[in-house]
């Protein structure tokens, strides 16, 4: 079985009744009293224990006392692959995060030594379908849990996952570390086993995966990381718990996902529980929202059958509401951009490892969006009198959006006889440039700042534009008589008269535009 899609509750009740705690518990105890005849048991210990169904990798570590200053200490990591051996958990949005000293310096002391070739032993088990446990108490399981985050790294999502057991352990990572596995699948593959008034806590540290938290005969299987913090308590001396007692006096029949809490915590749990509801499914959504997109095309086909286009008719409808179907399209505006900021914000917490399939899931859909929906925002900007849109008024999704499609690097269809007369112009950022080189206009006629300075600014713009028509890369409807675009021209022409001998001043005096995007 892949315990990785098992519920909380269903993790820890099953690992309780299928012996495997028993077993892993018996397996540290044994390479604890191998180690303790030995003379010199410095650092990390680890041992494979081969079983009929499945692999047991035991880790033990030497004792720790949390008095010690250093024992409550973390390890800020960022940066790439050499700096941390954790940097694919980072994400766009947390580069970094903190780990327990303690357990990340016994990682690192057996980084080259023993755990990469235990990496690789591991990784055959698992492509020849074995079980593999990895396990540990106190330390050792802090250590088998960061080991266990490295290793889910390499596997592949066909394989099934390794399962990482721990008793008693300190929590390894802040709460960085928590938010980046919070939605993770690599959160599934670890339970921790915790006896309720023996476990060191530290309000730095805070924890991830499921929980099988301990009393005296009872024991309860959780996954809310709040309610793991508030059941817990702390000691002084974890090493010496023997959890295979703790084990023993557990009644199975008594394990229940809620009734064995404290009422005041039970109602936290409940009320994180509807929040939770409120976190729809992103892709699943992504079918809702597909109608808003396809009223929103709708309204610009309607729009450009009035000789306008989208742009400036939402922009018209902006200053002075044209119609009940114009005010749909500014809810369903707001519906769709609501969407994709939240589904951006997902992808941006996801490990770097992880976020590459929503993102190409969403790639096109993300990148037809933009293109048809960024204008919109746009008109609204300049409507309210702002200025450079682009560096100061754009919203950091659509800039997401467009760099994770350039990282594809799609290229997109450019035949000279394809009918572009649907066409969304590839730079979503477009009609911003056109609001820029009018305001450019405007100060050429009150003569407000340098004239050749004014005048590059529009050579530029006139630049822009026509590389854009040259590789067919804007959308016919910006030659509509009434939009904005056409709006600048007039008022260009007048300006560069007895200059306008270039390529893109011919196409326009010529009218050759009123043929731009026809079918050959």
Known sequence: MDFSSLKGFELGKLVLSSGLLHSSWNKISELRASRAHQVQTPGLGIKIFQETKYTVVVFVAPPINITCPLNSASTL??????????????????????????????????????????????????????????????????????????LLETVEPTLKRPLCITFGSPLIGDAKLQQILENSLRNSCFLHVAYASQTPINTDFKPFGTFLICFDSECISIDDPEAVMELLGGANAVDQIDYGQVLARLDQTVMEDSRLMIDDVITRMEERAEKKKLRYDQLK????????????????????????????????????????????????????????????????????????????????????????????????????????????????????LEKWFKEEKIEPVRCVKRDLSDLLTFDSCFWSEVEEALMVIKSLKRQDGEREVLLRKLVRFEEYVWEMIRKREVSPEIFLEKSSFMKWWKEYKEIIKGFDSSDFTKFMNTRMYESYGQAC
């Open 77 to 150: 990591l960022s940066g790439t692959k050499d700096q941390n051996p954790f940097h694919f958990l980072c994400s766009e949005k947390i580069s970094s995060f903190s780990l327990h000293t303690p357990a990340f310096q016994l990682f690192v002391s057996a980084y080259n030594n023993n755990l990469l070739h235990l990496k690789s032993k591991l990784l055959r088990l698992l492509e020849s379908k074995e079980h593999v446990i990895i396990t540990g108490a106190a330390l050792g399981g802090s250590v088998a849990s960061l080991f266990t985050l490295w």
């Open 285 to 400: 959504k992504l079918n809702d929202i597909k109608i808003s997109m396809i009223y929103i095309e709708w309204y610009k086909k309607k729009s450009k059958m009035e000789k306008t286009g989208y742009y400036d008719r939402f922009k018209t409808h902006l200053a002075s509401s044209v119609s009940p179907f114009d005010i749909d399209i500014e809810k369903r505006k707001k519906e769709v951009n609501d969407y994709w900021r939240s589904l951006v914000e997902e992808v941006e917490k996801k490990p770097q490892s992880e976020k590459s399939l929503l993102k190409t899931r969403s790639l096109f859909s993300g990148n037809n969006y933009r293109r048809m929906v960024e204008p919109l925002d746009i008109a609204e900007y300049y409507h309210n009198g702002g200025r450079e849109y682009i560096t100061s008024g754009r919203s950091r999704h659509y800039v997401m």
